[in-house]
């Protein structure tokens, strides 16, 4: 008897399977935006008065706007993914027709009636995180083109805007200026995070016109720049908290910096194949070390 859970065929009625819409949208995708949300919070220094907005924020950014923007782009990446992925929803048939396009709009949606719970600050967040996810998908902006916007952008949605959401939404109001400059530190060092996801993709892009770093650069220069960012944006953390007298906080953030920067030097042997290793080995520490500063932060605010 075949087992149905991994059946890849197309659904003979034309309509999407289930299992194919949770493909669709990611899961594995929403712990960035999820856990940046909850450093902001975490970061403001007070308990929120309703945890209700500590859930409502944590599953917008995860499986709402998170999933809404990887439906839409593999919405509009159906060709690139027939190429370097067919097997992903869209391009295997399992989701047919416009279904694609149809669920990422109807979570735009979703996204937006969820993100006016959460008051003036959620609301306008959440608008620009659903412009930030099809300018970088879509036609006629579609940023992912870039090797340098693309990242950028992505970077910025899915660290520093969740973070300043989960803060300013906590505070009621426009967080400090500390939390404001270490979200968007971390958020432009993600550009080398999000650039790893390239790896996997650069017969396609190249095919598809697609300017990713892999592509123009090569995969070990691309690997340079990629954890550069990371390490860079890292340093520059590490020398704030110092000035702002949290010395144990940048010494944490130091040690998990080195980790990534041996881990960068063997990933850069082998990019392309390593890529995945390094999305594990070198961005765990990345990402422990935005805890360690939204803690660094609350004590500054106590």
């Not at 027939?82 to 396009?101: F, K, M, T, V």
């Not at 340098?148 to 967080?175: D, M, N, R």
């Not at 010494?251 to 980790?259: D, M, N, P, R, S």
Request: contains cysteine.
């Amino acid at each position: 008897m075949s087992d149905l859970s991994l059946d890849t065929r197309p659904n003979p009625s034309g309509l999407p399977q289930p299992r194919a819409m949770l493909e669709l949208i990611k899961p594995i995708t929403w712990f960035p935006p999820m856990w940046a949300y909850l450093c902001g919070i975490i970061s403001v220094g007070v308990w929120p008065e309703s945890w209700m907005l500590v859930v409502l924020g944590v599953l917008l950014a995860g499986p709402i706007v998170c999933g809404m923007s990887q439906a839409a782009n593999d919405w509009c990446d159906r060709h690139v993914d027939a190429i370097n992925e067919p097997d992903r929803p869209i391009p295997s048939g399992r989701i047919p027709g416009r279904w694609g396009l149809y669920i990422a709009l109807a979570m735009t949606v979703l996204a937006l009636a969820v993100g006016w719970q959460l008051g003036p600050w959620g609301f306008g967040a959440t608008v620009l995180g659903v412009l930030a996810a099809w300018a970088y998908s879509a036609e006629p902006v579609r940023a992912k083109r870039s090797g340098w916007w693309g990242p950028g952008l992505v970077g910025l949605s899915y660290e520093s805007l969740p973070w300043f959401t989960g803060a300013a939404v906590i505070a009621a109001g426009a967080p400090r200026f500390e939390i404001v400059v270490v979200a968007v530190l971390y958020g432009l060092g993600a550009h080398g995070i999000m650039t790893i996801n390239d790896f996997k993709a650069i017969e396609g892009d190249r095919q598809m016109g697609l300017r990713s770093l892999p592509v123009t650069m090569g995969p070990v220069d691309a690997a340079t720049v990629a954890g550069t960012v990371m390490v860079l944006a890292q340093l520059v953390i590490v020398f704030l908290l110092l000035i702002w007298g949290a010395p144990i906080h940048a010494g944490l953030i130091t040690l998990g910096i080195g980790v990534q920067i041996w881990a960068l030097g063997r990933w850069r042997k082998d990019p392309a194949r390593l890529a995945p290793w390094f999305n594990g080995t070198g961005v765990g520490p990345y990402v422990l070390g935005m805890l360690v500063a939204a803690f660094a932060l609350r004590g500054l605010g106590a």
